[in-house]
């Protein structure tokens, strides 16, 4: 009976023909339709060195990891190199820090935008901090040129999460340009999907040379095989999902455009409502990308979880709105943080739900949404 789903995915003819030439081709690990998926996706936003991956966690893992090479120390001790990330994102963010290698030092968020809020980081920065990992919540950009000055003061790497951000742009300038890398998934619910897959993007050549590496067991490329360098692992993508990918960046600016105007319209539709709730909008001078429509209720007695089964009993799809990672989820319990120590990611994480804003909504969907917003929030 759903009716607005998180996501949606339709293959183009020409994903299948791509999918039957690669099966073909016998060469179905990393091949051509990978490199051709690599060049074509850096045109797309000026990113000069791209580095497909398995998935979005991969790009993450594999980001962090080439730190070893710049900045950090080989460590038994993960606490002996940190990276600054925001207490609210997509679990991966966290889960992707540790597995790399490193302690995560969260930093709490601002509720309306559900970004990193920049005047917490300085706080967290130590003589152990390798880097600040910036997510782009919802498609919308974090304040990239307040992140930028405190990592250059402290000599830090910027790494940009931009997993629900692609094709988004803050001041004008396409969003992973501003940081040292950016990572993207190509998950189902993403701008493309790939099936499962991510990449990670650079503009510098020193730091696209160690992500290739890592994305292939540490190895030193054109150097005898089995010559391994570096602790990596295999987080290679595959041609099957590289000749999908590929296909769907033929129409990326035509799903973006749709999913902009598709949480554009609603943004319009439910103005009336945002005495109730924040939802994602669009600051001056940027360009969010429509990855969701975000619903943040501005006091709990609006009851997030009515208003969550009043929606998925109307056929709407609905998430939570993460949580905070150290606070709100066991897999973080290790790290010994208490409850109320990050206030705002809390509150987002009791009192947020977001859902889907794909390419193949009607207006007639959309009108839908509105209409079950206002019955809700006009009936409490
Ligand atoms: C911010 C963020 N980072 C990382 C990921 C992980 O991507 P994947 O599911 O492709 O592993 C996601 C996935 O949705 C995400 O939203």
């Not at 991969?58 to 070893?68: M, P, R, Y």
């Amino acid at each position: 009976m759903k009716r607005i789903k998180f996501g949606d995915v339709r293959l183009s003819k020409n994903a299948e023909d791509n999918l039957l030439t690669a099966v073909k081709n016998n060469w179905i690990t990393s091949g051509p339709f990978v490199k051709e998926f690599e060049k074509k996706w850096g045109e797309l936003f000026d990113y000069k060195y791209n580095i497909m991956v398995n998935s979005g966690t991969g790009a993450d893992i594999v980001a962090c990891k080439s730190l070893f090479d710049l900045n950090a120390k080989r460590s038994l001790n993960l606490s002996d190199n940190e990276i600054i990330a925001p207490a609210l994102a997509f679990v991966a963010v966290g889960t992707a820090i540790v597995d790399a290698g490193f302690k995560p030092v969260f930093v709490d968020i601002k509720r309306e935008t559900l970004n990193i809020d920049p005047d917490k980081i300085e706080d967290k920065i130590t003589p152990k901090t390798r880097a600040i990992l910036a997510v782009h919540t919802m498609g919308r950009p974090c304040e990239m040129d307040k992140i930028m000055e405190i990592a250059r003061k402290h000599n830090l790497y910027v790494i940009e999460d931009s997993c629900e951000a692609h094709g988004a742009k803050y001041k004008g300038k396409f969003i992973g340009n501003w940081g040292d890398m950016a990572t993207f998934s190509f998950y189902s619910a993403h701008l493309i999907c790939s099936g499962e897959g991510g990449v990670v993007s650079t503009n510098n050549e020193r730091i696209a040379y160690f992500l290739a590496s890592i994305k292939n067991h540490g190895r030193k490329p054109n150097d005898i095989y089995f010559q391994h360098d570096r602790i990596g692992g295999n987080y290679k993508m595959n041609d099957m999902e590289a000749a999908i990918g590929v296909a769907a960046i033929q129409d990326f600016w035509e799903t973006f455009r749709i999913r902009r105007e598709n949480v554009n319209y609603l943004i319009e539709k439910t103005k009336d409502l945002q005495k109730y709730a924040y939802f994602n909008l669009e600051d001056a001078g940027n360009e969010n990308c429509g990855h969701a429509f975000s619903v943040t209720l501005k006091d709990p007695k609006y009851n997030l979880s009515k208003l969550y089964s009043f929606l998925e009993q109307n056929g709407i799809e609905c998430k939570r709105n993460f949580g905070s990672m150290p606070t709100q989820h066991k897999a973080f319990e290790f790290l010994g943080h208490k409850l109320g120590e990050f206030p705002e990611s809390e509150y987002v994480g009791d009192n947020g739900l977001h859902f889907g804003i794909h390419r193949y909504l009607s207006r007639d969907d959309l009108d839908y949404a509105s209409e079950k917003l206002h019955e809700y929030f006009n009936n409490i």
